[in-house]
């Protein structure tokens, strides 16, 4: 089985930076769309960011539009998320995740990493 291990999460002021991580063990992370939803308190799970296999397309909520960035490296079976300008309402769990093809929803899940930012 594929295993997605998180790291780069913390504690940040508003308009500051995070660089979060997500390491696949494994064959096989290069077939796999990547992406990241996170959780925050009263709110629902909501799409953040995705990241086509070859990394050559990327796609974003409308709320991270322009501060986040999510790239990936294949060759070191890594994706990552660069949150920058971060507001208070970014604070939540966030989760990356695989899915492979033919399937709606993600095939593999990180362990969640909090993120939370101060005002």
């Known amino acids: 089985q594929v295993q997605l291990v998180q790291s780069g999460g913390g504690l940040v002021q508003t308009g500051g930076s995070l660089r979060l991580s997500c390491a696949a063990s494994?064959?096989?992370?290069?077939?796999?769309?990547m992406g990241w939803l996170r959780k925050a308190p009263g709110k629902e799970r909501e799409f953040v960011a995705r990241?086509?296999?070859?990394?050559?397309?990327?796609y974003y909520s409308d709320s991270v539009k322009g501060r986040f960035t999510v790239s990936r490296d294949n060759a070191k079976n890594t994706v990552y998320l660069q949150m920058n300008s971060l507001k208070p309402e970014d604070t939540a769990v966030y989760y990356c995740?695989?899915?492979?093809?033919?399937?709606?929803?993600?095939?593999?899940w990180g362990q969640g990493t909090q993120v939370t930012v101060s005002s």
């Open positions: 995740y695989g899915k492979g093809p033919f399937t709606t929803n993600p095939t593999y």
């Open positions: 494994g064959r096989g992370f290069s077939n796999y769309s």
């Open positions: 990241i086509t296999r070859g990394g050559d397309s990327t």
